[in-house]
Nanobody
């Protein structure tokens, strides 16, 4: 089982990026998906989550109104659209597939499979 996060890069403050999470070896429509991030010197934190059907989403307060999580189960892919990026969004971003199809919370123990991360750097 592999989750492949991609789409990171260097962007100026105020810019946008779209991250992708593709799966190999599992069918994502059985799982809720979460995005997490880890900034240098900090612990990993929850960013956003989406239930298996895409009908319910959850966001960290720090990204509400700027980030949007979405999915296309037919493509076995989940995206994180990041707009109005801030310097404090700089981090390695990870996608994770959950053990429960309706869990979109922040507890890492509820996510069974993890991708390798993609780096996002926001410059001033």
């Amino acid at each position: 089982v592999q989750l492949q996060a991609s789409g990171g890069g260097l962007v100026q403050s105020g810019g946008s990026l779209r991250l992708s999470c593709a799966a190999c070896g599992i069918t994502l429509d059985n799982y809720a998906i979460g995005w997490f991030r880890q900034a240098p010197g900090k612990e990993r934190e929850f960013v956003a989550g989406i239930v298996w059907s895409g009908t319910s989403r959850n966001y960290a307060d720090s990204v509400k109104g700027r980030f949007t999580i979405s999915r296309d189960n037919a493509k076995n892919t989940v995206w994180l659209q990041m707009n109005s990026l801030k310097i404090e969004d700089t981090a390695v971003y990870y996608c994770a597939a959950g053990g429960h199809p309706y869990y979109t919370g922040s507890s890492e123990t509820n996510y069974r499979y993890w991708g390798q991360g993609t780096e996002v750097t926001v410059s001033s």
